[in-house]
């Protein structure tokens, strides 16, 4: 047989290795922006134009490429930054695999203007789908401009797997956080769509985060700071009052360079133990100097992953040094006493000791809540109450699914439906208790339902909330004066791609600005105090994940709004609450199950009972 294996020509081999770099457009901006600051720029400017499918540019004001390093700039393996094995050992620069612009080239139409201080003319290079369609001599200003256009235009595939420009943008807004923030002391700017997004200046850390997540985060920040042998800790987290209900503002940076690490997150999540309310997440900028030697940043193509050697040192040292910072800061105290706000007893407080400050976290304790014991439906205003009526109305015809069995409540009232419609009020029919404040029981013919508070409230809800979007007749709740909240440009961005939704849900802005909505009615369920909450829960999860079509989106707000007002687990609910749970959820169109797909409620039959005593 005849040879068969032979080189792949190295347009393919780039294509494929461009497959580990480039996997979007997020991943081109960081390449560039590394290379920028490899290159000793002092001040860089990225624009990008739908998401950066169409366009990502890079210029920045570094050492430039004579006219042969242009050239070779492109080849794979060719790079300025190592020469031997052993310097893999010794990293200072962002890049060492001399992958990134060879690959981008191979997959994108791109263009390079470069300068060094000696020349007098730059060179002008462009390159398609790796093959160099020109080169010219051109004027320009000491340093490189590298523009790259149409990403993937010669892998279908690859361009048609992209997703939305909102989610794209938004990653491109994350890697370009990242870098700002590893390097403060370079100047940035960040056009989007022909819009400046950011212009940072020059500045020291605390001021970099300052100027990228808005003015009140400076008084949010406690910093953190502890220098050892194996590694200096330097960098801020946020006030444990202040935690998000997501994950966003969580970095960590090993020698300038921005690194997942699910390990060292750990420990901080145990520096913040007892201190964080249920479901949110610590804020952390955090600096970790180690010696190059004691780092491996070699793991992975897109180098977000590192190994140290020390792990376990490391871990114990950042656990403590944030916890020492807290608690230097009187961070735990004050939450404290914002818990024990509601007990109003000035009297006794002067009796107390003062020298043991009580940190016991009550999990069930909602910041949020008027009162400890919850009305239902506080969510489920008159109107909401007729609104109710029309979704029992297919009940007549079909019976609710209770996973296989029917289930009819014992009183006479009910075995027509579950409530009396005739006389359209909602009466309790048998008696309910609440488990544990997380179950509601109750007696069926059969034998009994329990049911998940906390799901059944966000299935009806959920419905709810669908229905005034579809029909967009929500009432609004005019506030006696509008609420300001500030955001940063990026979640500006996601509440004016839904504000259409949100107007249908009864949010009513005054005005959406840079750094900052005001916002003037709220629907008729959120409290004025859950305003904040509800806006941050909503930008969180659609960050995380741009829904496509309307339907999704109107879908994603609902259950984002049911997750977050719905009543939870721990939340005591009285007599005529836990009625109102029975009979709302068995209204519901699909009372089986949560808007996340988990039961609502169980069935225990008598037969069930039964079969226990034996
Ligand atoms: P790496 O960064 O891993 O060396 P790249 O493919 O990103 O590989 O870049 C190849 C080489 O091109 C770099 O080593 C550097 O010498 C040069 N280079 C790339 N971008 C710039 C820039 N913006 N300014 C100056 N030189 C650059
Ligand atoms: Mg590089």
């Not at 497959?19 to 290159?39: F, M, T």
């Not at 964080?276 to 600096?287: A, D, E, T, V």
């Not at 509008?482 to 979640?491: D, H, I, N, R, V």
Request: glycine share 6%; with cysteine; proline share 4%.
């Amino acid at each position: 047989m005849a040879d068969i294996i032979r080189l792949l020509p190295d347009h393919v081999a780039n294509q494929i290795a461009a497959g580990e770099v480039v996997q979007r457009p997020a991943s081109v901006v960081k390449e560039l922006l590394e290379n920028a600051i490899d290159a000793q720029a002092t001040s860089i400017k990225l624009i990008v134009k739908n998401g950066g499918k169409t366009l990502i540019q890079v210029v920045d004001n570094g050492t430039g490429m004579s006219e042969t390093d242009a050239r070779l700039s492109f080849e794979r393996h060719a790079t300025s930054k190592i020469q031997r094995a052993e310097d893999l050992f010794n990293l200072h620069t962002k890049g060492f695999r001399g992958e990134a612009l060879a690959s981008i080239a191979a997959i994108a139409h791109v263009e390079m203007i470069s300068k060094t201080e000696v020349q007098e003319v730059g060179t002008h290079l462009k390159i398609e789908g790796s093959r160099v369609v020109s080169q010219e001599v051109a004027v320009a200003p000491k340093g490189t401009s590298l523009l790259v256009k149409n990403l993937f235009f010669n892998i279908p595939a690859r361009r048609n797997f992209l997703k939305s420009d909102q989610v794209e943008f938004r990653h491109i807004t994350d890697e370009f956080h990242r870098v700002a923030l590893a390097h403060p002391n370079i100047a940035f700017q960040f056009y989007n769509n022909g819009g400046e997004l950011f212009n940072l200046p020059e500045s020291d850390f605390k001021k970099r985060i300052v100027h990228i997540f808005g003015r009140k985060t400076n008084e949010k920040l406690v910093p953190v700071e502890e220098d050892t042998q194996v590694v200096k800790i330097s960098g801020f987290i946020l006030k444990p009052e202040y935690a998000k209900k997501s994950r966003g503002e969580q970095f960590f940076f090993a020698n300038e360079r921005f690194i997942k690490s699910p390990y060292l997150h750990h420990a901080l999540l145990g520096a913040f133990e007892g201190l964080l309310r249920q479901g949110s997440h610590p804020g952390y900028f955090l600096k970790l100097a180690v010696d190059p030697a004691t780092i491996d940043i070699n793991i992975h193509p897109t180098k977000t992953e590192v190994k140290f050697d020390d792990e376990h040192t490391l871990y114990a040292m950042l656990r403590s040094a944030v916890k020492h910072s807290l608690g230097q800061f009187n961070v735990a105290p004050v939450l404290d006493f914002e818990q024990d706000q509601n007990l109003d007893t000035p009297y006794g407080h002067q009796n107390r000791s003062p020298s043991v400050p009580r940190v016991s976290v009550d999990t069930a304790f909602n910041p949020f809540a008027e009162t400890r014991s919850v009305t239902l439906p506080r969510s489920a205003p008159k109107k909401r109450a007729q609104g109710w009526e029309q979704l029992y109305e297919g009940l007549a015809q079909r019976e609710p699914q209770t996973g296989g069995s029917t289930l009819t409540f014992e009183s006479e009232a009910v075995s027509q439906g579950f409530f009396d419609r005739e006389h359209g009020d909602l009466q309790p029919h048998a008696t309910t208790f609440q488990l544990r404040k997380k179950y509601v029981v109750t007696t069926i013919k059969s034998g009994m339902v329990i049911i998940n508070q906390s799901r059944a409230h966000q299935r009806i809800l959920y419905e709810g909330f669908l229905k005034d979007i579809t029909i967009k007749e929500a009432t609004s709740q005019q506030l006696l004066f509008p609420l300001q909240m500030s955001f940063t440009p990026s979640e500006i961005q996601i509440v004016k791609e839904i504000k259409d939704s949100l107007g249908a849900v009864g949010f009513i802005f005054e005005r959406i600005g840079e750094d900052g909505v005001e916002v003037k009615g709220v629907p008729v369920m959120v409290s004025e105090s859950e305003v904040q909450m509800v806006m941050e829960q909503l930008i969180s999860d659609f960050q995380l994940e741009i829904p496509g079509d309307s339907f999704s989106q109107s879908d994603m707000l609902a259950k984002t709004l049911a997750k977050t007002l719905s009543v939870k687990t721990g939340e005591v609910l009285d007599e005529a609450s836990q009625n109102a749970l029975v009979n709302d959820l068995f209204g519901c169109k699909e009372a089986t199950l949560s808007p996340f797909n988990k039961p609502t409620y169980i069935t225990l039959t008598e037969n069930d009972i039964d079969r226990k005593f034996i």
